[in-house]
């Protein structure tokens, strides 16, 4: 059982700043994929963030120049800087790791962490 570890999650006003936390496992972290997806109530769950292993990283355009994706290959642990929020941040924010692997998917899931953007 592929364990990915979250932490960072909490209330902040409009304008603030969070840093998400999502540590994983040395073997998926050195081969994996790791990105940020979140959900917000009665909404389906949508991709934020992505950093392959090279550092490349894509944004969705409702985060660009307002959130940061890194990987700290140190520490095995991915995190999401996010500045000026806006109370539609509000949602549960998932950690990801993906990777194909032959020809098999493999896909893990963090157990999620509430942000709530709220004055």
């Known amino acids: 059982q592929v364990q990915l570890v979250e932490s960072g999650g909490g209330l902040v006003q409009p304008g603030g700043s969070l840093r998400l936390s999502c540590a994983a496992p040395a073997s998926i972290f050195s081969t994996y994929t790791m990105g940020w997806f979140r959900q917000a109530p009665g909404n389906e769950r949508e991709a934020v963030a992505g950093?392959?292993?090279?550092?490349?990283?894509k944004y969705a355009n409702s985060v660009k120049g307002r959130f940061i994706i890194s990987r700290d290959n140190a520490n095995n642990t991915v995190y999401l800087q996010m500045d000026s929020l806006k109370p539609e941040d509000t949602a549960v924010y998932y950690c990801?790791?993906?990777?194909?692997?032959?020809?098999?998917?493999?896909?893990?899931w963090g157990q999620g962490t509430q942000v709530t953007v709220s004055s």
């Open positions: 950093i392959d292993t090279g550092g490349t990283t």
């Open positions: 990801n790791a993906a990777a194909w692997i032959e020809t098999q998917l493999y896909n893990y």
